[in-house]
């Protein structure tokens, strides 16, 4: 019955929407002419097209003919998907947790016709929803001066946060950091907090070196909650209980790209082939249903099927016990806490919260599970494929190689990287991702410098000079782009991006780093691998910039102190320039390896080790402790 602007774009989120009774707009200078030339408020709707209460929020009000007559009478409305313009929603995300102390998705945003918000939320129902267009229309139209001046002010108050100078505050210390952990910690379930529960890899990643109590124990919570798929592997978005049996079913790239790099670093620390086993079931996962055939990797699986969130993934008792057999089902049951009166609205999730074995002697029958669940209607796959969340995955991929020595992981990493530097890449510019069969625009820091760390990744793992190279060309456009010279840190738009209201520096971590936390890694390494002088003051400011961020809540930078901690610079000089047999290059080192120069040399004939450590710089030697 209706179709609006949106059905020309290839966003699977806006192509959602396109045949609303709302006459929605795509984000652009149209929508905003129209606003100005009309005199009218401007409704901003953001979110994605695996978000669950966006649904819902669709659902009840946007393919609603009586809540669509008021929006196309009162307003014009824009239509955004975060995944593709991480900017707007970020901007907006931003004025959004000012304005309501929290965030969340789907956000609503009313603006004026430059885009300045003056009123923001997230879910509505319906009838709030009504009440609310009812009362900003009336705003509008008797105190738009008032209106208008709240958007000015709220504009000039986050470009102001953004303009506050980098500071001269310490490095946040070891012990007070692990002090806030511990006063969060979940001693019986892990994690921090009560619910919801979400994953964070990069502070499991500083714990495993600091306090690996914590760590080990969140990441076996994880694994045995409802928020590890047990039948089909991966892990979903977040947990919505203190235990991690219930999950918001959707399931993310990012977080299962970056929960696998948690899961090897466990490994790597401490040798049990547990943490391996559930990184391979992560990335068997990812290759069975994320992968594409074009390369890459997809965006997100939908939480809901058939209307119902999670209906996808929960069973009966009496289903599995007819699919497996009475004595099969049965034992199947106990040992995945099923029952007759179910975990999720009357039906289970799979789960071994209460049950201390890995399920090894249960996988043949998972993967029968598995392949009977298949036969039910798929889940929508949000088909994007986005360069920051490709690159997190490739950076796994890498890792992995590294740390298990499995060859096919390190292929794997170099497929993705050739499909980021072929697909997403031209003269020079990173792009954002693939939608449909267009490229999307230029691409933001996370873009980036996630990139530059999977380049990093691939470099110490099979050590072809083009990473490490590629790796310092990208930081040094990076540097030019992004960074700020007046204040120090880098903007979350650079050179080629558009220009909005606000320019922010996102440095605090969420499910992922933030792109600065990030750049103070990969400037750090590279400053170690390269040597460059250049990029070694930017580090120096950049991390005075994120001591002064950190200072107030060190937590919520975690991958910042991750890349704080100690790192041994290790050079090994070999004639052929390969890495001698049995030697496993570690997180915690910057190993470069190098054929003989005049600055290193071999000693006694036998590939030769310069290490150094901190401040001090020890005697060439043959062998590693």
């Known amino acids: 019955m209706h179709t609006n602007a949106l059905i020309h774009e290839t966003s699977p989120y806006l192509l959602q929407h396109a045949h609303n009774p709302v006459n929605w707009y795509p984000w652009g200078e149209e929508a905003f002419e129209r606003a100005r030339r009309e005199g009218k408020p401007v409704f901003i709707s953001i979110g994605y097209s695996t978000c669950h209460w966006c649904h819902v929020m669709a659902h009840e009000s946007f393919e609603d003919e009586e809540v669509a007559e008021v929006l196309n009478r009162g307003f014009i409305c824009i239509k955004v998907d975060r995944e593709e313009r991480p900017d707007i929603d970020g901007v907006y995300m931003r004025a959004c947790q000012a304005m309501t102390g929290r965030g969340g998705w789907p956000m609503s945003i009313f603006s004026d016709a430059d885009g300045k918000p003056y009123y923001a939320g997230n879910y509505f129902t319906k009838a709030y929803f009504l009440k609310l267009l009812e009362a900003v229309s009336e705003q509008w139209e008797h105190n738009r001066e008032g209106a208008l001046t709240r958007c000015a002010q ?10 506050r100078p980098d500071g001269d505050a310490d490095e946040p210390s070891k012990e007070d950091v692990i002090a806030m952990y511990e006063g969060g910690f979940d001693a019986d379930f892990g994690g921090f907090g009560g619910a919801p529960k979400f994953p964070s890899g990069q502070a499991m990643m500083y714990l495993l070196s600091t306090a690996p109590y914590m760590a080990e124990k969140t990441l076996w919570q994880m694994y045995c909650g409802g928020i590890f798929d047990h039948a089909g592997g991966g892990f979903c978005r977040y947990s919505t209980d203190k235990y991690w049996l219930v999950p918001h079913f959707e399931k993310m790239l990012y977080t299962n790209a970056w929960l696998a790099s948690a899961y090897l670093m466990a490994y790597e620390k401490t040798g049990d082939d547990f943490y391996k086993d559930v990184a391979a079931r992560v990335f068997s996962y990812l290759e069975c249903e994320m992968e594409s055939p074009d390369g890459g990797f997809y965006s997100a699986q939908d939480a809901d099927s058939e209307g119902e969130e999670g209906k996808y993934y929960v069973f009966e008792k009496s289903e599995l016990i007819n699919l497996l057999g009475q004595k099969d089902g049965e034992r199947f049951c106990d040992y995945f806490g099923v029952t007759d009166e179910g975990s999720f609205h009357g039906k289970n999730i799979l789960h071994l919260i209460n049950n201390p074995n890995p399920p090894g002697e249960m996988d043949a029958l998972l993967r029968r599970v598995y392949e009977y669940r298949k ?3 798929s889940l929508h796959t949000d088909k994007k494929r986005l360069t920051s969340w490709n690159a997190l995955t490739a950076a796994a991929y890498a890792m992995a190689g590294r740390i298990t020595g499995e060859a096919r992981y390190t292929k794997k990493a170099e497929e993705t ?9 031209s003269d020079g510019t990173v792009y954002a991702g693939i939608s449909g069969s267009k490229c999307m625009g230029a691409g933001f820091l996370d873009d980036y410098a996630f990139y530059a760390f999977a ?4 470099y110490e793992a099979c050590f072809d000079e083009k990473y490490l190279k590629r790796a310092a060309q990208l930081t040094k456009k990076i540097c030019r782009d992004f960074w700020d010279e007046a204040n120090g840190g880098f903007f979350f738009s650079g050179a080629q991006n558009e220009r909005l209201f606000s320019r922010p520096k996102e440095t605090y971590d969420g499910a992922l780093p933030s792109g600065n936390t990030m750049m103070a890694f990969v400037l750090s390494r590279l400053s170690l691998l390269t040597e460059d002088g250049e990029l070694d003051a930017v580090l120096g400011r950049h991390n005075a910039f994120m001591n002064a961020q950190a200072a107030s809540r060190p937590v919520a930078f975690a991958f910042y102190l991750y890349s704080r901690l100690p790192v041994k610079k290790i050079v090994c000089v070999t ?13 915690d080192w910057a190993f470069r390896l190098t054929g ?4 290193y040399r071999i000693i006694n004939g036998r590939p030769t080790y310069y290490v150094c450590e901190g401040e ?6 043959n062998e590693l402790e």
């Open 575 to 587: 004639g052929d320039k390969k890495l001698p047999e049995g030697l496993r290059v570690r997180s």
């Open 616 to 621: 001090l710089c020890y005697p060439p030697k």
């Open 375 to 377: 036969t039910r209607q």
């Open 154 to 163: 709220i504009a000039a108050a986050l470009n102001k946060e953004d303009a």
């Open 455 to 458: 380049l990093l990744e691939m």
């Open 596 to 599: 003989e120069t005049d600055e």
């Open 417 to 425: 990287l050739s499909f980021i530097e072929s697909k997403l890449t």
